[in-house]
């Protein structure tokens, strides 16, 4: 018998119950489909977490004051020695940090002040700006917010103190319209701004929307609004992507020595590293991945069972079938091949349709995140299925094979 004729056999018996074929392969089909939205899911998510670090710049070090007694350096031990007096960071650190030769790897320093509710409004439309930054002009640069339209403010505007403003996409939605606002002026918190640009669109991270924000000179915002104390935190760009470890280093001596912190106390201030963060969140993720791609592998475990129930069924009801091919001189071999292939069929037919339905499910959005299709996954769930159909059908394929012709032909 050639392996045509035991195709052809395979397809016959497997056509004879089209209900249970279709049911073993939904087993399949939906394991198959789990094992790569999932992964996909995943993948989608770790992408839109990168996406949102990489904002502020892979090169970039985000210091704030800590003082709560559990502070520390990202990247560093907790020092757990005793406290020093806690002090705000100042104008007069940032300054320090752009010595060239205490911190050679620093590129630029930019201090940030922060009002997270500045009422802004133009013309009878008004909107609460979820985040006010005074800082100077190399904050753009540093945090990766270019300009789409108009241009940012320039050093000469902080030296000034002038009242400039460059807002996000949603601020100028909410308060313009379609209206052109470059050269406009909106009032914040009541005191008069102009608009000199407009940031690129960034979009919604989560439960914040990145695009809901207004940049103005430091000195205008500190005058006008929040008036010369304290800075909320200090935006430090490295000279390059290597170099960002060493200008930790640099400006942690910086601060350790203005803020008198020693070995035995702890530091008022958190240094965040965006390349460290980073390199968490890609292995956390990673993890997350493998984890819900191993979750949906139980269905494919379950689909597998689900064909050796239905194969040893089949082998049953075939009985006397089989032992007439037998009697008639059909191989060992045939009635192995037959039995097998069919359970492979049935996996085969439902690892493509799983990966069909998986194709089709990334096209949606799942639960905000844009599911990513992986390629490796789509090879790895389909070979799984396929040899899920030839380990799972071995069993009930041999079972058949090595019947004895008479004891099948007497089977009722």
């Known amino acids: 018998m050639n392996p045509i004729d035991v195709l052809r056999f395979a397809l016959r018996g497997l056509a004879a119950n089209k209900l249970r074929s279709a049911l073993t392969t939904l087993g399949i089909l939906i394991g198959v489909a789990a094992v790569i939205m999932l992964v996909a899911v995943g993948e989608g ?40 007096q806690a002090r705000q960071l100042t104008l007069a650190d940032a300054r320090a940090m752009t010595d060239r030769t205490l911190a050679p790897s620093v590129r630029t320093v930019s201090p940030v002040v ?4 500045a009422a802004a409004a133009y013309q009878g439309a008004s909107h609460t700006i979820a985040q006010l930054v005074g800082t100077y002009p190399s904050y753009f640069e540093a945090t990766n917010k270019p300009v789409t339209r108009g241009t940012y403010f320039f050093n000469d505007d902080v030296t000034a103190a002038r009242k400039v403003v460059v807002l996000g996409q949603t601020v100028v939605e909410d308060l313009f319209g379609t209206l052109d606002p470059v050269g406009r002026q909106v009032t914040i918190s009541g005191v008069p701004f102009t608009v000199v640009g407009v940031l690129k669109e960034a979009g919604s991270s989560g439960m914040q929307d990145a695009d809901d924000v207004a940049i103005a000179p430091l000195p205008a915002v500190q005058q006008s609004l929040t008036g010369f104390s304290s800075l909320n935190s200090i935006v430090v760009q490295a000279t390059g ?33 965006q390349a460290t963060l980073q390199e968490t969140v890609s292995a956390a993720t990673g993890t997350f991945t493998v984890l819900l791609a191993a979750v949906a592998a139980i269905s494919l475990l379950v689909g597998g069972i689900g064909i050796t129930n239905i194969m040893l069924v089949t082998v049953t009801e075939r009985t006397r079938e089989i032992g007439i091919r037998k009697a008639i001189g059909a191989p060992r071999a045939a009635i192995l091949g037959q039995f097998l292939l069919e359970a492979t069929l049935l996996s085969l037919v439902g690892g493509l349709s799983g990966v069909l339905v998986a194709f089709a499910g990334t096209r949606f959005t799942v639960a905000g995140i844009q599911p990513v299709l992986v390629p490796s996954s789509v090879a790895l769930a389909l070979g799984v299925s396929v040899a899920i159909g030839l380990f799972f059908g071995s069993y009930p394929a041999n079972r058949a094979a090595k019947l004895r012709p008479i004891q099948a032909l007497r089977h009722e």
């Open 241 to 273: 992507s290597g170099a960002t470890t060493s200008a930790q280093s640099e400006v942690t001596a910086i601060l350790d020595q203005r803020h008198g912190i020693t070995a035995d106390s702890t530091a008022d201030y958190r240094i965040l590293n």
């Open 114 to 117: 922060n009002d997270s509710s």
């Open 45 to 84: 998510s770790s992408r839109s977490i990168q996406q949102n670090i990489q904002r502020l710049g892979a090169n970039t070090l985000t210091i704030s004051p800590s003082f709560n007694g559990g502070g520390g350096r990202q990247g560093g031990g907790e020092n757990t020695g005793p406290r020093s």
